[in-house]
């Protein structure tokens, strides 16, 4: 009974997993500019609502939230379900970044408009202030996701520094939970799950391996 059910299933993460090698990391890439370009588009003309700004903010926030959730579940895709899009980690992980930049640069120039406005913003919000805080995280992220980049710092030291996503996924989510007027669900959905992909990555819930031999 398991391996009839087993052959469906096995075949569909084949199915799944070569469907997504076959795609080149340039695809993602050309839909999130275009994305992110359509929605700038929507609000220099007027379509996002009487208020654009605040809802560029929103979307673009949004939008890199869930894409570092996505960054988030691709290990835990791989090691639970069976489902490999490792090939795509560091495309998601580039587009997450830019959509977090296009983020702070609305907020920063459309917004608030003059640098001393800025500090003065991050010094007296306490949402912004860690927003601010998981945007420096990604910096050197964004830097140094490159071949050149892995060459020069190697393997190891290239892996163990882009695990400041962890915590800067962490802030993106209290950013979102503390930035909500009142008790709203949909920031604490983000949030558990960002902690619930965290938690996935301790070492008691990873499966254990069977030995060789």
Do not use: C
């Not at 997504?20 to 994305?35: E, H, I, Q």
């Not at 090691?79 to 090939?87: E, R, Y």
């Not at 989510?173 to 949030?191: D, M, R």
């Amino acid at each position: 009974m398991s391996e009839t059910f087993g052959r469906p299933l096995g075949s569909a993460k084949d199915a799944i997993n070569a469907a997504t090698r076959a795609v080149p990391p340039w695809v993602l890439y050309a839909l999130a500019a275009s994305y992110g370009g359509w929605v700038f588009f929507e609000g220099a003309t007027g379509r996002l609502g009487p208020e654009p700004i605040e809802a560029l903010e929103h979307v673009y926030g949004l939008r890199a939230l869930q894409v570092i959730i996505l960054g988030l579940a691709v290990t835990p895709l791989r090691t639970f379900a069976g489902l490999n899009l490792m090939k795509h980690r560091r495309a998601i992980g580039v587009i997450a970044f830019f959509l977090v930049l296009a983020h702070f640069l609305v907020w920063a120039l459309l917004d608030i408009g003059q640098l001393s406005a800025i500090w003065a913003d991050i010094v007296k919000r306490p949402y912004v202030t860690i927003g601010m805080a998981g945007f420096l995280l990604l910096i050197p992220l964004g830097l140094t996701s490159n071949n050149w980049s892995v060459r020069k710092l190697g393997g190891a030291r290239w892996r163990k520094l882009h695990k400041l996503v962890y915590p800067a996924a962490a802030l993106g989510g209290l950013h979102f939970v503390w930035l909500a007027k009142g008790f709203q669900v949909e920031p604490l959905v983000y949030t558990g799950v960002i902690l619930g992909l965290l938690a996935l990555r301790l070492p008691f819930l990873q499966p254990k391996r069977r030995a060789r031999g």
